[in-house]
Each structure stands twice: as structure tokens, then as C-alpha cells.
């Protein structure tokens, strides 16, 4: 099946909005670089489509990485939604556990609290009753 000439000129309407893009972008040279060689390289990567469903799709993904760049001013693709496990942690700089036992010190939970020294025998609610 041919490309539709409604697809055609979607595509070519996305690719003169890439070169525009281009064109006006706020970053370093480099960047506004990427932009027209990675367009001219997905456009040249796709030329052989030919089902108008594909065609959409592509087009679809060309508009919604032209506006995540230029909401985020960032033109590079974005990692998304990578499942767990995906990426190894590295292993931390210090050695052994990065947590602390508690020493007898602290206490236990079975402990009962005891009063804070502040307040010198008096309870915290008594400082707070309304008077009439």
C-alpha cells in the first residue's frame, strides 16, 4: 500500500517544523546541530514506510519529542518508563551497612518514656486550659 498524500504533507509539514525549530532554538550551536541532523537522519531512517498507520505513528513521535523539547528546552530523547531492574545500581563509595545499630543506650521500644527535663514536673496540658 502507498503513502496517502494526506500523510505526505503531514510529514513534510512536521519535518519544515523541525527546521524551524532549528532554526529558533535558544540553546548552543550544538544543540540547534542535533536537531537538524537527527530530523534528517529519522526522516532518511523512515523513507521506506509505507503502511499510513506506521507513517502516523512515526509522525505522532516526531511531533511529541518536537514538543517534550521544547516544553523542557532539552532536545535529546527522554528515558521513559524503564522497568524495574532495568539499570544496575552502583555500589556505594562506603563500605559495610548504611544504617546504624542502635546501641543500649537509645533503649527499647518497651522502654517507657520518660518526662523531658524541661518541664520540671509539670504536665504539658496544664498550660494549655482555657480560663473563664
Given at each position: 500500500?502507498?503513502?496517502?498524500p ?22 548552543p ?20 514506510l ?58 527499647t ?15 504539658p ?8
Amino acid at each position: 500500500m502507498m503513502a496517502t498524500p494526506a500523510s505526505r504533507s503531514k510529514a513534510l509539514a512536521l519535518y519544515r517544523k523541525l527546521l524551524r525549530t532549528a532554526r529558533a532554538w535558544p540553546g548552543p550551536a550544538a544543540e540547534k546541530q542535533y536537531i537538524l541532523t537527527e530530523s534528517r537522519n529519522q526522516f532518511e531512517a523512515n523513507r521506506h514506510l509505507a503502511q499510513p498507520e506506521e507513517i502516523d505513528r512515526k509522525i505522532f513521535e516526531g511531533e511529541s519529542r518536537h514538543d517534550i523539547a521544547w516544553h523542557y528546552k532539552i532536545p535529546y530523547p527522554r528515558l521513559h518508563n524503564f522497568s524495574a531492574g532495568t539499570f544496575t545500581e552502583k555500589p556505594s563509595r562506603i563500605a559495610g551497612p548504611s544504617f546504624e545499630i542502635p546501641s543500649d543506650e537509645m533503649g527499647t521500644v518497651d522502654d517507657k518514656p520518660s518526662k523531658p527535663s524541661g518541664l520540671k514536673g509539670r504536665l504539658p496540658s496544664s498550660s494549655l486550659t482555657m480560663r473563664s
